[in-house]
């Protein structure tokens, strides 16, 4: 085992999530982080420390992804 890798050993990852890390399929206003690029980014960061996984309520998500853009949409008038 690598000297770095212990128990315990963390590390923070942060990605933008970019136009160019989405899919599209869904529309452009419920753009979602592609699986094959969110995968790729989990094995790197793996590779460097741990991650946590979650599932994502799709239906929540998009209302909240709605909502979201309406506000923006409210504010840039």
Do not use: Q, W
Not at 3 to 32: C, H, K, Q, Y
Not at 69 to 74: E, H, L, P, Q, V
């Amino acid at each position: 085992m690598k000297p770095g890798l212990r128990p315990g050993a963390s590390r923070v990852n942060r990605i933008t999530i970019g136009p160019e890390r989405t899919i599209s399929f869904m529309g452009d206003e419920a753009r979602t982080y592609a699986t094959p690029t969110m995968i790729r980014d989990i094995e790197y960061t793996c590779r460097a420390g741990t991650h946590t996984r979650f599932v994502v309520d799709k239906a929540k998500t998009f209302e909240r992804i709605k909502a979201k853009a309406a506000r923006f949409a409210a504010r840039a008038g």
